[in-house]
């Protein structure tokens, strides 16, 4: 036989899929598992969207045919996005300063952009918040980059140490590469303030550093317009940048890969340039994105009154983590748990760093069947009416020791 593989090692487990798997050959009936990081509803199910149900029928019955997209996607598709994002009358839209290319979802989005920094900027470093979602620094490491952590997080107040992160961000060379949570922020669901996003555009701008944001819950926090607060000061600073999103979880369409790299330039002439980059990268790597995804949610984002059904069921996906954050706070509090849990309510998005330890973690999941990232990150959007009493008692258990 051939000893082509013979030394290949086995690479480590993703620490979230492994988590799944334990999940799955755990044979209580009652366990439950924060770890995903996936919008389930009250019945614990992904839910299949009206507004995306509706979209569908009608493209079944128009049976179109399967032609190759454009290797930057659907223009149709392309043009809502940058409305979600800068807003449906932003200059720079009109200036022509924005060029998007759809991707596959804000993954792929991530690493379209990143293949393209390292053609531009091919010796700089990338930043990513301490902690970040871990695909970030996989990702920017595999694009060729070095990739460092900036300050973000504050364990003593479960938010944002601001003046850690100026301070941090303030000693990076110009032309830093900068990764930036739009809101949400995935792991720790501790976001930053309209005045601290005002601050940072300008430290960025002052340092000359590379912003990279990353909308992957548009429309999880406070809805669609608000949520696009970063992008917007960003946008009226006059500095270039990048952004990736994602309708994985806004239109819960995680399985059909849409997302979106959209590129802040100087001006038009320079965003076509920019753009004819960037379909390198795209041309030499999956060639051009796939036709549903793309054209679902442009059939959706154009239409007004479709339009208006997914704002009604986002803004249902968004209450219902809301009251699940309340609810978890307060049965907490009944069980007469000492520990301040407020900051559940205040942290945004599908999940909350709960502060719970490593050996906390792994007790609920030995004695209860409830199975979270050993961080102490738990899915918000994994709790529902029937399993919050439980976990609101493994909780209680557990930290009172
Ligand atoms: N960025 C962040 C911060 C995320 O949390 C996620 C998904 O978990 C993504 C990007 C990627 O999303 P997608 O599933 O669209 O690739």
């Not at 900068?178 to 720790?188: K, R, S």
């Not at 050993?374 to 439980?390: E, F, H, Q, V």
Request: proline share 4%; hydrophobic share 45%; glycine share 8%.
């Amino acid at each position: 036989p051939s000893a082509l593989f013979a030394a290949v090692e086995m690479a480590p487990r993703d620490p979230i899929l492994g988590l799944n798997e334990a999940y799955n050959a755990d044979t209580r009936s009652n366990k439950v598992n924060l770890g995903v990081g996936v919008f389930f509803d009250d019945d614990g199910k992904i839910p299949l969207l009206r507004a995306v149900q509706a979209a569908e029928k009608a493209r079944l019955a128009a049976m179109p045919a399967r032609g190759y997209q454009p290797i930057e996607g659907l223009a149709a598709y392309n043009q809502a996005v940058q409305k979600l994002l800068f807003g449906a009358d932003s200059q720079l839209l009109a200036a022509g300063r924005v060029l998007t290319v759809e991707a596959l979802g804000g993954t792929g989005a991530l690493k379209v952009g990143a293949d393209y920094l390292k053609r531009l900027l091919p010796g700089s470093k990338v930043y990513i918040s301490d902690p970040s979602w871990e695909n970030h620094r996989a990702l920017f490491e595999a694009a060729g980059f070095p990739v460092e952590t900036y300050p973000y997080y504050d364990a003593a107040t479960r938010g944002v140490n601001f003046a850690a992160l100026k301070a941090g961000l303030g000693e990076l060379p110009a032309g830093a590469i900068i990764v930036l949570h739009a809101c949400c922020h995935n792991p720790t669901g501790a976001d930053l303030g309209v005045a601290q996003w005002r601050e940072l555009v300008d430290i960025c701008a002052a340092r000359r550093l590379v912003p990279f944001l990353d909308m992957a819950y548009q429309g999880f926090a406070d809805g669609v317009e608000a949520d696009a607060v970063a992008p917007r000061l960003f946008a009226d600073s006059g500095l270039s940048f990048f952004v990736s999103s994602s309708f994985s979880k806004s239109f819960s369409l995680y399985g059909e890969r849409v997302g979106a790299l959209s590129i802040v330039t100087a001006g038009k002439e320079e965003a076509a340039r920019v753009l004819s980059q960037v379909k390198r990268v795209i041309r030499t790597n999956y060639s051009n994105p796939p036709t549903h995804g793309g054209a679902v949610v442009a059939a959706v984002l154009n239409d007004p009154a479709l339009r208006q059904q997914w704002d009604e069921e986002l803004a249902g996906m968004r209450e219902r983590i809301r009251a699940m954050r309340s609810s978890l706070l307060a049965k907490l509090q009944e069980r007469g748990v000492q520990q301040d849990f407020s900051f559940i309510t205040q942290q945004r998005g599908m999940f909350s760093y709960t502060g719970l330890t490593a050996a906390q973690v792994e007790r609920l999941k030995d004695e209860f069947g409830i199975y979270a990232v050993s961080t102490g990150r738990i899915c918000l959007a994994a709790l529902n009416t029937r399993n919050i009493d439980y976990v609101a008692d493994a909780i209680a258990t557990v930290v009172k020791g």
